[in-house]
């Protein structure tokens, strides 16, 4: 590569037309540089000559001309496929570096193929393409490919294209269905900031620029996406090149940034009330935690860890101290805590040190970027390769992270001037510096205003980061979600309604069912060849602690009495309940998972309703903990709060790497939805190939207030991100506040009779039930307990207040399977009551025993590629020839009557005909393979001859995946990869600091990085439970 620029021409090549048509909608994609046109018809694309073209041209209408083609968005509306053709309208240029000249997207237009569609259901991607934070690349030669995706390093080993920072990858997918050369059609942009400037050194230009490449892999805003997800990709991640290009030489530096690789999150409306939350336990994010670094070591050899999160003195209103206590303690416990972590509290260090506190973090990484080095390159010949880089992050990886970034890339340009000769006097260098730094002001506030909105807030002024403070919020509270949704209709819309959606993802790597909807539905319909069952013990319990007064302490009797409501129901069969039998007390017959919900776990008043307290729920943590852990080891995957309505997840550690995509939402019901004082909140996630969703919620109270209650369940079901139809199994506990239609004394008097049938037939959830009102294809164990609610505080007596409340079961547990599955169910094996009495109500538990299904991998990779092999050409196109003459162009009758033909094989969705052969589009794969079982078919005396145009149909299939399967591209080729670096990890408090105050970290040494462990299969099924 050079440095040498040579005049390039943008221009709109490319033109959009619709063809009108009363039967079908055809629009027309031309692009001057090519010898063929595209076109659009019914759900089809196919080429056609331009001569072929110029036939009909004059009757087709011009829509719009462009620069250039993104591809196709695919996008699911009310479970209706709609299909925009994405064209770049608008662009400037930022500059020229090596033989390329890049743009910046300012203007998109979305073609309907889709007759009378708005593209309003696009408008978020529209806006969010046309933000100025998408570019694309224009090449001076063809013989040349600059790929934006890749820093100079990794195109100089000429790597394929980098897809973490491919962002319209999924909209290439629709042309490689259909077999369109993209590389001659298409474009590939990133997201990000590219700054590129001149710099006049003697009688040279050289062309600087920074780079900054936003990964696509767990993008979002600010507030709606934060830290790690289950594949160990992490929001913000950010890959920044500092690169210098002169002449025929090449110098780059290159730094990542990203969010704290844990699961956590910042709920909260307002900039400086989200308070960080750990949104599952420590412990639950062992697994991913090393998948990221494992991760960061694949694309970048040896890491060195810089974290700028406030420590144990730090007085952030966001609680960052607690992640990152979180971050080190995950570290230092990791398979990887051999590589160097660096604390290094930014505000605290420049609050007490000045700028000199820079010169101490720069004394102990320079060691490490001393031995990782950076790029360059001279020619044909690459001198010096990096080998390593440092990965820095703040809270939000903005404003802090990128002036330690700028810090020391700074610091590096002096090698860089260095290796280009540049470096002999002060003018040259201070020219290169002065530049460099506005570059990497611009760099910060570009990155974000994609994450947050504005501007970086540099300490600069006051006034103006204050502006920038506010409108952070205002851009958070009113247009994040927005944008939000740009984001994730542009790197997933597709073609699945929500319950399909979830099977797919239960049961299917995400390349499959994001890619091939038609395929991933026939693996749902086939999951029995590739799954097998597991059984699974499950405990949901409900409290409603009346605020909790109660048990503020937690001393011993409580403790003894919570343990007596959580541990010994697990010992009590369903059939057994009425002996009181206890089975042997197994440890190894405990729960798997636990589900703790409870109700009131704050004082329901007008403060805690605006902004409740998790203090209580914090203890309840802690003491549940405790008592579940007694007998054997839990973990808290995690946890929800709404106000006094409070969820808790416990489950095995062994399962913790089979859970995925864990997810709490709640639903408001209070006061007509505005308030939480009434509710419920949820917990949804996969284990292994079963998707489980607990929900807990309140309902109104009142005797007579029945339609409250029906009106809470169904706005709760209705407003559920993910239905219930689309979940496995459903469990809800909860207050539901339904009681019981008798005479207060008559209803005491059956209860000590022992006569709950009679009473239970005046129950009013059981009446709403049999009318189908509430919980429709629900189930609830009999009920032989007596009444929860209400009793005296401390007493066995119901209530003897004033009001004198007729007692009723309003703690209930009810549970849900999906009835769309053919494997075995379980049941239910438990279902009563506790007597602790610190409450006007008795808490409640059911124990249940279910199938959940698992996943054979190599099983479903056998079906996959049967499925493959069988399914067809992945197109739908099959070739009709008829034997020894030339096909009837101009008799309709002979198309007709072949159309009906071949339509008995399957919904036919385009026909073109040529002079030597038609070409039939089918729906899909399968219906043109039942065509070509056939071989040929007889019409008019005519044999018609049917074959494929390719017959490789699982390449072909493998070829479309694969264009949205991750890759990792190394920094650097394997055979010049030299060992990684194992410094043993000090801890933070303990390690003894150097003169300039920070920790003595030991020099590298060359010792082989470890494989992570493979994934093992789901524990077998479970023994039987005794008796």
């Known amino acids: 590569m050079s440095a040498k620029q040579t005049p390039s021409i943008i221009g709109k090549i490319y033109r959009a037309y619709e063809k009108p048509s009363n039967h079908s909608h055809c629009v027309v994609l031309e692009n001057r540089m090519q010898a063929e046109v595209l076109l659009f018809e019914n759900n089809t694309l196919c080429t ?134 993209t590389s001659q059609w298409l474009m590939k942009i990133v997201c990000g900031s590219i700054e590129i400037k001149t710099v006049y050194a003697r009688h040279k230009q050289a062309r600087i620029a920074i780079i900054s490449r936003l990964s696509c892999r767990r993008a979002g805003t600010r507030f709606n996406v934060r830290g790690c997800n289950d594949d160990g990709y992490v929001a913000n991640f950010v890959e920044t090149e500092q690169v210098i290009y002169l002449d025929d030489e090449v110098t780059s530096f290159v730094q990542i940034r990203g969010s704290v690789p844990l699961f956590w999150e910042q709920p909260g409306m307002n900039v400086g009330a989200h308070k960080v939350k750990l949104s599952r336990s420590i412990e639950s994010s062992a697994d991913v935690y090393d998948k990221h670094v494992k991760l960061l070591t694949d694309c970048y050899g040896n890491i060195i860890f810089i974290n700028l999160l406030g420590g144990a003195n730090s007085n952030s209103k966001e609680n960052e101290s607690a992640l990152s206590y979180a971050f080190e303690q995950k570290h230092s416990t990791s398979a990887f805590s051999f590589i160097p972590f660096v604390a290094f509290d930014y505000h605290q260090e420049f609050k007490s040190n000045g700028d000199k506190s820079l010169q101490k973090l720069k004394n102990s990484v320079n060691p490490y970027l001393d031995s990782f080095g950076l790029f360059y390159a001279k020619g044909n010949s690459v001198v010096k390769h990096q080998t390593g880089t440092m990965r820095i992050n703040c809270t939000d990886c903005l404003d802090r992270t990128n002036c330690i970034q700028k810090f020391f890339a700074l610091d590096m340009l002096a090698k860089q001037l260095e290796f280009l000769c540049q470096n002999e006097t002060d003018q040259i260098i201070s020219r290169f510096e002065e530049v460099f730094q506005q570059l990497w002001v611009n760099n910060g506030n570009e990155i974000s205003r994609i994450y947050a909105g504005t501007g970086a807030i540099q300490g600069g002024s006051k006034l103006l980061d204050g502006a920038r403070s506010a409108a952070r919020t205002i851009q958070n509270n009113l247009l994040d979600s927005s944008k939000q949704e740009g984001f994730d209709i542009l ?46 013990r499950i405990s949901v319990a409900t409290y409603n602690v009346n605020g909790g007064k109660h048990f503020l302490n937690f001393d011993s009797s409580n403790l003894e009495s919570l343990s007596k409501w959580l541990l010994d129901p697990y010992k009590v069969s369903l059939f057994d309940l009425s002996k009181k039998f206890f089975l042997n007390d197994d440890n190894n017959n405990l729960p798997d998972i636990y589900a703790i919900g409870f109700e009131e776990i704050v004082d329901l008043n007008a403060s805690n309703i605006m902004a409740a307290s998790s203090n209580n729920a914090d203890s309840w943590n802690k003491s549940l903990k405790n008592i579940l852990s007694s007998k054997r080891n839990y973990v808290l995957l995690t946890s929800t709060q709404l106000v006094g309505v409070c969820l808790f997840i416990f489950v095995k550690p062994e399962l913790l790497p089979y859970i995925k995509d864990v997810t709490t939402d709640f639903v408001k019901t209070g006061m007509g939805g505005t308030t939480g004082n009434k509710g419920a909140v949820t917990v949804r996630f996969t284990l292994d190939a079963t998707n489980l969703c607990f929900i807990c919620s309140h309902f109104a109270a009142g005797q007579s207030q029945v339609a409250d209650r029906n009106a809470d369940f169904n706005e709760i079901a209705r407003k559920l991100k993910i239905p219930i139809q689309s979940n496995d199994y459903v469990y809800w506990c909860g207050d539901f506040n339904y009681r019981v239609d008798m005479d207060r004394l008559d209803l005491i008097n059956h209860v000590l009779d022992g006569d709950l049938e009679e009473v239970l037939k005046y129950d009013q959830l059981l009446a709403q039930c049999r009318d189908k009102k509430v919980f429709e294809n629900f189930f609830e164990a009999p009920i032989t307990f007596p009444p929860t609610y209400k009793y005296d505080i401390l007493s066995d007596e119901y209530d003897s207040s004033d ?85 009837p162009l101009n008799d309709e009758s002979f198309k007709n009557i072949m159309l009906q033909g071949l339509g008995s094989f399957g919904k036919i969705l385009n026909a073109r005909y040529f002079t030597d052969h038609a070409e039939i589009t089918y729906e899909n794969g399968r219906s043109a393979a039942n065509a070509l079982k056939i071989k040929q078919i007889s019409i008019y005396n005519y044999t018609l001859i049917l074959t494929a145009k390719d017959n490789n149909w699982a390449l072909a299939i493998k070829n479309e995946i694969e264009t949205i399967t991750n890759n990792n591209v190394p920094l650097w080729t394997d055979k010049l990869r030299p060992a990684p670096m194992r410094p043993p990890l000090p801890a933070r408090s303990d390690q003894s600091p150097n003169s300039d105050g920070m920790p003595n970290y030991p020099p590298p040494s060359n010792v082989p990085l470890p494989p992570l462990p493979p994934r093992q299969r789901m524990p077998p099924p479970l023994p039987p439970r005794n008796g």
């Not at 996008?75 to 570096?97: P, Y």
């Open 48 to 181: 056609a000559t331009v001569s072929e073209f110029d036939t009909f041209k004059r009757q087709c209408v011009k829509i719009v001309d462009a620069y250039g083609c993104l591809g196709v968005l695919n996008v699911n509306i009310e479970n209706k496929i709609a299909l925009f053709l994405v064209l770049v309208t608008g662009c400037q240029s930022v500059g020229k570096i090596s033989d390329a000249e890049i743009f910046k997207i300012t203007q998109t237009t979305f073609v309907s193929l889709r007759k009378q569609q708005s593209d309003d259901y696009a408008s978020e991607v529209r806006k969010l393409l046309n933000s100025g934070s998408f570019y694309f690349s224009r090449y001076v030669s063809q013989d040349v490919r600059f790929d934006l995706t890749l820093c100079a390093q990794r195109q100089w080993n000429n790597c394929v294209p980098d897809k973490r920072f491919f962002w319209n990858r999924n909209l290439h997918v629709y042309f490689i269905h259909f077999g369109i050369d």
């Open 491 to 536: 790197l997933s819309g597709n073609a699945f309604n929500n319950e399909l959606l979830a099977k797919a993802k239960a049961l299917l790597p995400y390349n499959t069912w994001q890619c091939h909807p038609d395929l991933a539905e026939e693996m749902c319909k086939k999951y029995k060849s590739y799954t097998y069952t597991s059984n699974l």
């Open 803 to 887: 009001k004198c409340r007729t007692p009723a079961w309003t703690d209930r547990v009810l549970w849900y399977c999906n009835e769309s599955n053919s494997w075995p169910n379980g049941k239910q094996v438990f279902y009563g009551r506790a007597e602790i009495k610190e409450s006007d109500h008795r808490p409640v538990t059911a124990c249940y025993e279910i199938e959940i299904l698992c996943v054979d991998q190599t099983q479903r990779e056998r079906e996959l590629n049967k499925i493959w092999n069988e399914y067809g050409p992945i197109d739908g196109v099959i070739l009709v020839h008829i034997e020894n003459t030339d096909f």
